[in-house]
């Protein structure tokens, strides 16, 4: 079944949970839709697991539409949403859709998701009115990372928890057909998911929003700067990658690799000539 934002809404309306999955590359994305996952972010966390920046704030929108073009190549029903990254949007409403329009032409992204609440309801409506879904994204938005001066927790006092909700509401009413809530405590984010028609999506937002979502990096142990406390480790690739790539230096220096089942045979009879 191909995933739509008419899917997304029904998900949320039949009370049954979304799963998605960050994908950079093609194989990767491959899998996902073979393991029947509902939709793919081609995050700007791009910028950190695959780039190696400290933040998201340097990725570009060609960056943007270089990994978004290797997932949607290897993709038939799961919804591929791609960011918008930092000061891609910011400037103006007509930025916004220029930018979003390029995701969708250059990187055939289906949908766009951007961060921030009130402040940015003029650019959701705008890109949303030129016919792209847009996913919000509340909480720790790591674009203004230097703005809440690190990544933490979002909406621990009573009037942030009440910003944090009429952002989100200002979010919905924009037009978005869903909402990220990243770090935000678990009754908070299931209140902001009670109060919106629209699904949330939760990354370290607790059991009660209507779907989850991790970066694939994190959740199989291949990205290991550091662990935030809401991310599972489904396993320790990382470690498998590390064990075998060093059985293969050492295969390569102790010639056991190649051996003959890898290897092209040459035709006695034409080396005959050429030796000759
Ligand atoms: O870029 C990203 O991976 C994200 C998710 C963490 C929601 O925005
Ligand atoms: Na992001």
Same mark, same amino acid.
Do not use: W
């Given at each position: 079944m191909k995933n739509t934002v008419q899917t997304f809404q029904k998900f949320k309306d039949d009370k049954k949970k979304i799963s998605m999955l960050t994908a950079y590359d093609y194989s990767t994305a491959a899998l996902i839709e073979k393991a029947g996952i509902n939709a793919i972010l081609v995050g700007d966390s791009l910028g950190m697991v +695959?780039?190696?920046?400290? !933040? &998201?704030? *340097? +990725? &570009?929108v060609e960056d943007m539409i270089y990994h978004s073009r290797a997932v949607t190549a290897a993709v038939e029903n799961t919804m591929v949403v791609v960011d918008l990254p930092f000061m891609s949007y910011q400037v103006s409403a007509a930025q916004a859709v220029k930018n979003a329009g390029r995701l969708v032409k250059?990187?055939? #992204?289906q949908t766009v998701k951007l961060e921030g609440g009130r402040q940015v309801a003029d650019r959701i409506e705008a890109i949303t009115a030129a016919g792209i879904p847009v996913m919000g994204h509340l909480g720790? &938005?790591?674009? *203004?990372v230097n703005a809440f001066g690190g990544f933490k927790v979002q909406g621990k006092t009573l009037s942030a928890a009440e910003k944090l909700i009429d952002d989100a509401l200002a979010v919905q009413k924009a037009g978005a057909f869903a909402l990220v809530l990243e770090c935000v405590p678990d009754q908070l984010a299931a209140l902001i998911t009670e109060k919106l028609s629209i699904p949330t999506i939760g990354i370290g937002a607790? #059991? #009660?929003?209507d779907g989850q979502i991790l970066v694939y990096q994190d959740m199989l142990g291949i990205f290991s700067d550091f662990k935030a406390k809401? +991310?599972?480790?489904? !396993?320790?690739i990382g470690q498998r990658m590390l064990a075998d790539f060093k059985k293969y230096d050492s295969e390569v220096k102790e010639q056991i690799f190649p051996s003959q089942e890898h290897t092209f045979k040459s035709d006695p009879a034409v080396m005959d000539q050429l030796i000759k």
């Open positions: +695959v780039l190696g920046h400290k !933040d &998201t704030l *340097s +990725v &570009t250059e990187g055939h #992204a720790l &938005t790591p674009q *203004s607790g #059991a #009660a929003t809401f +991310v599972k480790r489904y !396993d320790e």
